[in-house]
C-alpha cells in the first residue's frame, strides 16, 4: 500500500538548532532544517530549511533542488556570477543537478526543499 503524505504550517515548522552554516563566506551565518520525508530508496528528500542573511557557496553536482520560498529573500546567481535571480515568499527556484553557484540572504529565508537524486 502507498502510503500518502501531507504537511501544513510550514511556516512554523519546528527546525532543529541553528548551526553554523559550513559553506558560509560570511561569518557568524547559521543554518537550521527539519527533513519531513525520504523515498524508500532514499534518491528524494523533501524538508524545510531556513538561513540568516549573509553570503554562501552552494553545490548540487550530485542531485538537482526544487526550493520553494515560504518567507525571506535572497539573491542566487551562477558560480560564474551570471544568470542572477531575485526570490521571495511564494517563489519557485529550480537548481537543476550540476548546478553551483552563491546565494545572497538579504533577510532570513524559510523555505521546502525537495532535493532529488
Not at 21 to 35: C, D, F
Not at 38 to 66: M, Q
Request: net charge negative; proline share 6%.
Amino acid at each position: 500500500m502507498i502510503d500518502l503524505k501531507s504537511f501544513a504550517g510550514l511556516a512554523g515548522q519546528p527546525l532543529g538548532p541553528f548551526q553554523d552554516k559550513p559553506t558560509t563566506l560570511t561569518p557568524g551565518q547559521v543554518e537550521a532544517s527539519a527533513l519531513l520525508w525520504t523515498s524508500a530508496d532514499g534518491t528524494t528528500k523533501l524538508g524545510v530549511w531556513e538561513c540568516t542573511p549573509g553570503r554562501f557557496t552552494a553545490d548540487r553536482s550530485a542531485a538537482g533542488e526544487y526550493c520553494h520560498i515560504i518567507s525571506g529573500r535572497a539573491s542566487v546567481s551562477n558560480a560564474d556570477g551570471s544568470d542572477t535571480r531575485e526570490i521571495g515568499p511564494g517563489d519557485l527556484l529550480i537548481l537543476p543537478k550540476g548546478w553551483k553557484g552563491e546565494w545572497l540572504v538579504h533577510e532570513q529565508l524559510r523555505k521546502l526543499f525537495v532535493i532529488d537524486a
